[in-house]
């Protein structure tokens, strides 16, 4: 298996513009997380899916922040309008029910 | 809430040493423990996974151990080489959510 998959691996924007990064977790995996990492707040959950249903969003910091995982194969994480505050990077991981996560590599985002 | 804490935040060894490094969690009712290791600019590597009703895991020169009842897990690592150089993270799994909480770290220098 080739593992949790991100896309783009980095992403430079510009303050106003919207940000879309893409996950596609290792598959039979019936849950994905998305979380964010950053020096002063270390690692961070925004939201996490099961069978492809949002189970818990109380980590996604504001409004400007959506994701979706219309199948289970794929999820997004949308920011809009992005902010340099959103400057961060931005990992998906997967597992099985009470298992083992895995991590993706990540998508490094820099918003000017 | 759950909080996780990692001490030292950086440790330096010669290698050949032994490597001890400490997890400590607030609320003992967690599913299980997950033992993280991050290269710079990387993704997160899972190590080890200690479920709640085990002792202790092992792999390899890795052994981890876990004491719900006051709160502590050790990753040991024996024999330490240059590419054992990297942060390790541990977080534990809430036993009423499936939410990963986060320590902040142990940075692992080995010298040649």
């Known amino acids: 298996d080739a593992g949790v998959i991100q896309s783009p691996r980095h992403e430079v924007t510009e303050m106003g513009q919207e940000v879309t990064l893409r996950c596609k977790p290792i598959?039979?995996?019936?849950?994905l997380f998305w979380y964010r990492q950053t020096m002063m707040r270390g690692l961070e959950l925004l939201i996490y899916f099961n069978n492809n249903v949002p189970i818990d969003d109380s980590g996604m910091p504001e409004d400007r922040f959506s994701a979706k995982m219309p199948n289970a194969s794929f999820s997004t994480l949308k920011i809009q309008p992005s902010e340099p505050r959103d400057s961060a990077v931005y990992f998906c991981?997967?597992?099985?029910?009470?298992?083992?996560?895995?991590f993706g590599p990540g998508t490094r985002l820099t918003v000017l | 809430k759950q909080e996780v804490t990692q001490i030292p935040a950086a440790l330096s060894v010669p290698e050949g040493e032994n490597l001890v490094l400490n997890c400590s969690f607030t609320d003992s009712a967690i599913y299980n423990l997950q033992w993280f290791r991050q290269d710079p600019g990387k993704g997160l590597t899972s190590l080890l996974l200690i479920q709640s009703s085990q002792r202790e895991q092992t792999s390899g020169r890795l052994n981890a151990s876990l004491d719900k009842s006051s709160g502590r897990s050790t990753l040991y690592i024996a024999a330490s080489q240059p590419g054992d150089s990297a942060t390790y993270l541990c977080a534990a799994t809430a036993y009423n959510d499936y939410k990963l909480s986060f320590g902040a770290g142990t940075t692992v220098t080995v010298r040649a």
């Open positions: 991981a997967s597992s099985l029910v009470y298992n083992e996560q895995f």
């Open positions: 598959s039979g995996h019936d849950y």
